[in-house]
């Protein structure tokens, strides 16, 4: 059975940093890309992140760039995103996905999603 569990959320002041984790069993997802999106309450989720299968390529939601970083360690199937300077707008869940192809990912698709970490900004 195929689970991804994001971590690494919470509560942090404006200008701060956190590092979320996302942590996938049950298969290994090497040759996938993963990415990380986001939904604030009230509003759809969108996407923030994509990084493919090998590293090489990432891709940001303008809103983030500059400010946060998606990376991979396919020898722990887990993806990160550090997240520097947030900004209350940034308060939302967080999810990550994977999926076999980099573009599905920037897209907003994935074959597989975790159930989210939440994150808040105080101003």
Same mark, same amino acid.
């Given at each position: 059975?195929?689970?991804?569990?994001?971590?690494?959320?919470?509560?942090?002041?404006?200008?701060?940093?956190?590092?979320?984790?996302?942590?996938?069993?049950?298969?290994?997802?090497?040759?996938?890309?993963?990415?990380?999106?986001?939904?604030?309450?009230g509003?759809?989720?969108?996407? =923030?992140?994509?990084?493919?299968?090998? /590293?090489?390529? *990432?891709?940001? @939601?303008? &809103?983030?760039?500059?400010?946060?970083?998606?990376?991979?360690?396919?020898?722990?199937?887990?993806?990160?995103?550090?997240?520097?300077?947030?900004?209350?707008?940034?308060?939302?869940?967080?999810?990550?996905?994977?999926?076999?192809?980099f573009?599905?990912?920037? =897209?907003?698709?994935?074959?597989?999603? /975790?159930?989210? *970490?939440?994150? @808040?900004? &105080?101003?």
């Amino acid at each position: 059975q195929v689970q991804l569990v994001e971590s690494g959320g919470g509560l942090v002041q404006a200008g701060g940093s956190l590092r979320l984790s996302c942590a996938a069993s049950g298969r290994t997802f090497s040759s996938y890309a993963m990415g990380w999106f986001r939904q604030a309450p009230g509003k759809e989720r969108e996407f =923030v992140a994509a990084i493919s299968w090998n /590293g090489g390529r *990432t891709y940001y @939601t303008n &809103s983030v760039k500059g400010r946060f970083t998606i990376s991979r360690d396919n020898a722990k199937n887990t993806v990160y995103l550090q997240m520097n300077s947030l900004k209350p707008e940034d308060t939302a869940d967080y999810y990550c996905a994977v999926d076999q192809s980099f573009g599905t990912v920037v =897209v907003g698709g994935g074959d597989y999603w /975790g159930q989210g *970490t939440q994150v @808040t900004v &105080s101003s």
